[in-house]
């Protein structure tokens, strides 16, 4: 589904990342890995080697925000700022 239609995994992230929930990010972005070939494939087109994505993206996973948007950039979303309302 994600490969087939890349806004219904960018809508996915920007509703993940508005709710800042790291464990529902990293959980999001195993599913998106998957449906891109999996980590070796992730890995050959992305700066992080296999095994340091699959330490990323486990669920004690914290990963710098150079190794999240080089493993984006292999599927298509990017990230972004956006100006929001502070209450």
């Known amino acids: 589904m ?23 990010l990293l959980i999001a972005l195993r599913q998106l ?10 890995a050959e087109k992305a700066n992080p080697n296999a095994t340091q994505i699959y330490r990323i993206l486990s669920s004690e996973g914290d990963p710098e925000l150079r190794s999240l948007a080089a493993i984006l950039r292999v599927m298509g979303p990017r990230l972004a700022g956006e100006r929001v309302r502070v209450a």
């Open 2 to 24: 994600f490969r087939d239609d890349p806004t219904c995994a960018v809508e996915l992230l920007n509703s993940i990342l508005e709710d800042g929930d790291q464990g529902e």
């Open 33 to 42: 890995t998957k449906a891109f070939g999996g980590v070796q494939t992730v």
